[in-house]
Structures are given as C-alpha cells and as structure tokens.
C-alpha cells in the first residue's frame, strides 16, 4: 500500500527554534505538497514541488521554506517559529498530472 | 483566483439517512476538477468523489454522489444510508485543469464535520 509518512504526530517548540518537519513517500512520485490546515480555514498551500530540488511558492509561504534534495522526500522548515503558525501540517504526494493524491496523518505543531 | 466555500461548519443525521453537504466555488475556468475529501479522526484524507468539469454526468461511489451545477458553481455531496463510520470532516476542493503557477494546486473549502447519530 501506497504511503506518505510525516516524522512527527505532534510536536511541541519554543518561539524562535528552527523546524524541521519531514515528509517520506515511497510511490517515486514526482510532486509533492504541504498544506496547512486551521478551523474554519481549510487546508491552505503553503509550498509544493514538482520535481526534485524544484519548488514553488504556494498561498501562504511567509515563515516557511522548503528543501527536496531527494525525490522521496520534501521537508517544510520554519525558520524561526511563531506562535502563529501553531496548526496541523499536512503533507501529500502525487506521481503527476491526471493523477490523484496521497496524503499523510499530518503533524500537529504547538510553538510556545 | 479560485475559491471554494463550504457555508456548513457542521452537520448531522440519523444513522441510515440521507445527508447532503454544499459546497460552491469561484473560478472563470472551464476545464477544472472538484473533490469531495473525507478526515476522520485518524487525519488521514481520503478521496470520496471526484467529478471532471467537462463531463455532465454526475459521478457516483456506492453510497456517495454528487450534485454538479456547473453554472450555478455548486458541488454538493450526498450521502445515502449514513454509517457511523461516516462520521468526519469532509473537505470540497478544487483543481485547476491548466498548468503554470496552478500546478496541481488543491483549493479548499473550510470543512464540514458531520455527525452520526445512531
């Protein structure tokens, strides 16, 4: 069966730590995407890419960068954690265009 | 921009009962896709329906189907004989069928958490 992992179920950071948060696929698929979701706001794109080491800027991008050295795995960094971006990040996965996603259980993130 | 809206925050029904949720959505596209997704506690997003703009024919699974209106901009989930394993958020999106900067670009609504009463 087709998965998408994220390292982190929750995780608890202080205001001003930088953060890693991973996403592993093992469907060698080519685009891959990180939402965040907040209530009453949805999922909102916060960065994706189409192939290795390429990336785009999705909708809400501010705070957050991204790196993906290998095919399989795309990682969203805060580079300085702020209370504000306390919600759960959700990773997905896709092999391409014309075909559907698969996402992960997501990561819970507090900053304190 | 496109934008999707889900005008319910929460919605119940009785076990075996129909219930239906509304989406609607903004776009001056022709050609798209929209999505019905399904977050149970698990947080695991599972597709539930998927309809191609292009094709008028409503698109059924087992239980699920749906309501496209496509000049009326609405996509509204039915869900027929409600299980208790139904019980989630569910989540209307939208996919742009272009490229460029819209590159496989999910748009969501707010969410819907619907409520299974045995």
């Known amino acids: 069966d087709v998965k998408v992992t994220q390292s982190s179920r929750y995780l608890v950071k202080r205001t001003g730590e930088k953060v890693f948060l991973e996403c592993v696929q093992d469907?060698?698929?080519?685009?891959m995407f990180w939402y965040r979701q907040d209530p009453g706001l949805g999922l909102r794109l916060i960065y994706f890419s189409y192939d290795v080491k390429m990336k785009e800027k999705g909708d809400i991008p501010e705070g957050y960068s991204v790196s993906r050295e290998k095919k399989e795995r795309f990682s969203l960094i805060l580079e300085s954690a702020s209370t504000n971006q306390t919600s759960m990040y959700l990773c997905?996965?896709?092999?391409?265009?014309?075909?559907?996603?698969?996402f992960g259980s997501g990561t819970r993130l507090t900053v304190v | 921009a496109q934008t999707v809206t889900q005008s319910q925050p929460e919605m119940s029904v009785q076990e075996a009962e129909t219930v239906t949720l509304s989406c609607t959505y903004d776009?001056?596209?022709?050609?798209?896709?929209l999505f019905w997704y399904k977050q149970p506690p698990s947080r695991q997003m599972i597709l539930v329906i998927r309809?191609?703009?292009?094709?008028?024919q409503n698109a059924t699974e087992n239980r699920f189907s749906v309501n496209f209106q496509k000049a009326a901009k609405s996509f509204s989930l039915k869900i027929s004989d409600s299980q208790l394993g139904d019980a989630a958020m569910y989540f209307c999106?939208?996919?742009?069928?272009?490229?460029?900067?819209?590159?496989?670009?999910?748009?969501f609504g707010q969410g819907t958490i619907l409520t299974v009463h045995p």
């Open positions: 469907m060698d698929h080519e685009n």
């Open positions: 309809q191609e703009a292009y094709k008028q």
């Open positions: 776009t001056s596209e022709s050609d798209y896709y």
């Open positions: 999106a939208y996919r742009s069928h272009a490229g460029g900067t819209s590159y496989g670009k999910l748009t």
């Open positions: 997905a996965s896709r092999q391409g265009p014309g075909y559907g996603y698969t």
